[in-house]
């Protein structure tokens, strides 16, 4: 049986993670939010496969939240860079996860 491929999408996701030993965080920060953009034939492969290369690259994800593709971000009227939009269409060139943006939680 021959499969047609599907057509992959760009996801945008927010991830928090938490600590873990050689996670490359701050020194203090007791978590982070990721900003970013992954390659998919929906949203939850997307998110399957950001979770899994943020686990090897040591990174404890605790929450994902889903921001839809870009067709559906700027349906909602959200404002996307020319710069982001270029992150996304690496992310589909290239059919990986880009981090656009780290912000590391620190509790005071």
């Known amino acids: 049986m021959i499969r047609k491929p599907s057509r992959q ?3 945008t996701l927010l991830i928090e993670v938490g600590r873990t030993a050689g996670d490359g965080l ?4 007791t978590g982070a939010a990721l900003m970013c953009y992954a ?3 929906d949203e939850a492969e997307a998110v399957r496969e950001t979770v899994a290369i ?4 040591d990174l ?3 929450d994902v939240s889903g921001y839809g593709t870009l067709e559906e971000r ?3 009227g959200h404002d996307i860079s020319d710069e982001e939009k270029a992150l996304m269409q690496r ?3 290239e059919n990986s996860v880009i981090v656009a943006q780290m912000t590391p939680f620190f509790d005071k």
Do not use: R
């Not at 701050?26 to 920060?29: K, L, R």
């Open 91 to 93: 992310a589909l060139d």
């Open 60 to 62: 404890a994800p605790l």
């Open 9 to 11: 999408q760009v996801f």
């Open 39 to 41: 390659s998919g034939v």
């Open 54 to 57: 943020l686990k090897q690259a």
């Open 26 to 29: 701050p020194e203090g920060a």
């Open 74 to 76: 700027l349906a909602e």
